[in-house]
């Protein structure tokens, strides 16, 4: 069982940046694949980035591409997600995700339905 806790969020101009940090409980951290993901009022939750924990291999959507970066510390049990040059459009609760078995591949990193624990949510709000 893994517990996350989301933090980092907040309301900031266009063109800002945030980190949010995912802190989790349990001593198997090292070992969970870990994503970001966001949902905007009225919209599906989509995916924002990867990270695996077998090699550190990261993976993004292409709107977030050259301006958000994925990391961890597994010593701290955290993921982070940096977030420059933020765009309205970024608006939304950002979410981060655990996946306790992803295979060798991880074909489906960018599925919600591929996580196995979620925490509560962290919401960022950037205006123009």
């Known amino acids: 069982q893994v517990q996350l806790v989301e933090s980092g969020g907040g309301l900031v101009q266009a063109g800002a940046s945030l980190r949010l940090s995912c802190a989790a409980s349990?001593?198997?951290?090292?070992?969970?694949?870990m994503g970001w993901f966001r949902q905007a009022p009225g919209k599906e939750r989509e995916f924002v980035a990867a990270?695996?924990?077998?090699?550190?291999?990261?993976y993004y959507t292409d709107s977030v591409k050259g301006r958000f970066t994925i990391s961890r510390d597994n010593a701290k049990n955290t993921v982070y997600l940096q977030m420059n040059n933020l765009k309205p459009e970024d608006t939304a609760v950002y979410y981060c995700?655990?996946?306790?078995?992803?295979?060798?591949?991880?074909?489906?990193?960018?599925?919600?339905?591929?996580?196995?624990?979620w925490g509560q949510g962290t919401q960022v709000t950037v205006s123009s």
């Open positions: 349990g001593r198997t951290f090292s070992t969970y694949d």
């Open positions: 995700a655990a996946d306790r078995d992803s295979g060798i591949y991880w074909v489906n990193f960018a599925s919600r339905y591929e996580y196995d624990y």
């Open positions: 990270i695996r924990s077998s090699d550190g291999r990261t």
